[in-house]
């Protein structure tokens, strides 16, 4: 039986792929070491191989190309969704802050909801603290984001969300809380907005204010006020939470960007349309937190560094961290384990 992937105790990973009849296998990957994939080397049984590391604890995704087509690894269960494409997953463990613990566990559940905004089904993930189908307490409710290909499955595959959840509320270092973790695309496209959307629809925000959030806070068990509702997204989930939670101040309470900036036409525009709620001095006091996270090679950093200039004119005062690395899970993994914990203190 061909194992793959194998996490060997040194932190390497070999993965296997039984093609006999294949010409060229080889490992496509993003986060992982050797970006683009190494060449797979094929056995006198017909299995391929290639082994890479050692690989800093995290989740990865990964696909094999077999004479130029992307396929997934037959041998491994685990996959990672994302907008229009599906990958394979393998969890290198030793971080303790995404191990899966021996600590209480909530829940992750795939909720699929009807959106008049868009006229059709739509779905979302919810993560649901330890001990909430048992209670009959209401909690504070995070709206977590995902970036630009990305779907609503992707935080917490890749992402490990509810792992990571579950550790801090354990150890104590965060409050217990929904986390609602929608699909930031509206079609099968990159694109922010959907097709015949025009430039001056946005659907997701659509779809967030009049289908999501009433959708939450009519089905579950949650405090729906600014004090109890926090936002935060990467990368393109990043512009939402910006689009959004400055459009709709008076809602949220904590605001997290990670990796990201104002997107389109600059900062003069974004500020121009909202400039009610930027200018409102009574809404900035109940801003408890605006805290923008971004790796010093990511290609965002400008777009980081522009938007907190802009925001601190207006009289914000935003926390900005730059960490190392850049735009990649292993940056956004961490950023919500030092995010979670500033929420509704």
Same mark, same amino acid.
């Given at each position: 039986?061909?194992?793959?992937?194998?996490?060997?105790?040194?932190?390497?990973?070999?993965?296997?792929?039984?093609?006999?009849?294949?010409?060229?296998?080889?490992?496509?990957?993003?986060?992982?070491?050797?970006?683009?994939?190494?060449?797979?080397?094929?056995?006198?049984?017909?299995?391929?191989?290639?082994?890479?590391?050692?690989?800093?604890?995290?989740?990865?995704?990964?696909?094999? =190309?077999?004479?130029?087509?992307?396929?997934?690894?037959?041998?491994?269960?685990? =996959?990672?969704?994302?907008?229009?494409?599906?990958?394979?997953?393998?969890?290198?463990?030793?971080?303790?802050?995404?191990?899966?613990?021996?600590?209480?566990?909530?829940?992750?559940?795939?909720?699929?909801?009807?959106?008049?905004?868009?006229?059709?089904?739509?779905?979302?993930?919810?993560?649901?603290?330890?001990?909430?189908?048992?209670?009959?307490?209401?909690?504070?409710?995070?709206?977590?984001?995902?970036?630009?290909?990305?779907?609503?499955?992707? @935080?917490?595959?890749?992402?490990?969300?509810?792992?990571?959840?579950?550790?801090?509320?354990?150890?104590?270092?965060?409050?217990?809380?929904?986390?609602?973790?929608?699909?930031?695309?509206?079609?099968?496209?990159?694109?922010?907005?959907?097709?015949?959307?025009?430039?001056?629809?946005?659907?997701?925000?659509?779809?967030?204010?009049?289908?999501?959030?009433?959708?939450?806070?009519?089905?579950?068990?949650?405090?729906?006020?600014?004090?109890?509702?926090?936002?935060?997204?990467?990368?393109?989930?990043?512009?939402?939470?910006?689009?959004?939670?400055?459009?709709?101040?008076?809602?949220?309470?904590?605001?997290?960007?990670?990796?990201?900036?104002?997107?389109?036409?600059? =900062?003069? +525009? @974004?500020?121009?349309?909202?400039?009610?709620?930027?200018?409102? +001095?009574?809404?900035?006091?109940?801003?408890?937190?605006? @805290?923008?996270?971004?790796?010093?090679?990511?290609?965002?950093?400008?777009?980081?560094?522009?938007?907190?200039?802009?925001?601190?004119?207006?009289?914000?005062?935003?926390?900005?961290?730059?960490?190392?690395?850049?735009?990649? @899970?292993?940056?956004?993994?961490?950023?919500?384990?030092?995010?979670?914990?500033?929420?509704?203190?």
């Amino acid at each position: 039986m061909v194992l793959s992937p194998e996490v060997r105790a040194d932190r390497k990973v070999v993965f296997r792929l039984l093609a006999p009849q294949a010409e060229s296998v080889a490992l496509r990957t993003t986060d992982l070491p050797a970006p683009g994939g190494p060449q797979m080397s094929k056995g006198e049984n017909g299995v391929w191989e290639v082994s890479v590391g050692p690989v800093e604890p995290g989740a990865y995704r990964y696909t094999f =190309t077999v004479n130029g087509v992307q396929v997934l690894d037959p041998r491994n269960t685990l =996959t990672s969704e994302s907008n229009a494409t599906v990958h394979s997953l393998v969890y290198v463990p030793g971080a303790e802050f995404m191990d899966a613990n021996k600590v209480p566990h909530g829940a992750v559940a795939s909720i699929l909801y009807f959106s008049k905004s868009l006229d059709r089904n739509r779905r979302m993930h919810i993560y649901t603290p330890p001990g909430y189908e048992a209670g009959q307490e209401k909690y504070p409710v995070f709206y977590l984001l995902h970036g630009a290909g990305d779907c609503d499955d992707s @935080w917490t595959t890749v992402g490990r969300a509810g792992l990571i959840m579950d550790n801090l509320i354990a150890a104590g270092k965060a409050k217990p809380m929904l986390v609602v973790m929608p699909a930031g695309h509206t079609s099968a496209g990159f694109g922010m907005r959907g097709p015949g959307g025009g430039p001056s629809r946005d659907e997701f925000a659509e779809d967030f204010v009049n289908d999501i959030m009433p959708h939450v806070e009519s089905h579950y068990r949650v405090l729906a006020d600014r004090p109890h509702r926090a936002m935060a997204g990467l990368s393109m989930g990043g512009g939402q939470t910006l689009g959004i939670g400055f459009s709709h101040l008076d809602k949220f309470g904590y605001l997290g960007i990670f990796s990201s900036g104002i997107f389109g036409n600059g =900062t003069a +525009a @974004w500020e121009e349309q909202r400039q009610t709620m930027l200018d409102d +001095a009574s809404l900035k006091d109940g801003l408890k937190v605006l @805290w923008f996270a971004t790796g010093s090679e990511d290609f965002l950093i400008q777009s980081t560094k522009n938007t907190i200039g802009a925001l601190q004119k207006r009289g914000f005062k935003p926390v900005c961290k730059e960490t190392s690395g850049g735009h990649t @899970w292993i940056n956004w993994r961490n950023y919500l384990h030092e995010f979670a914990p500033m929420l509704f203190q």
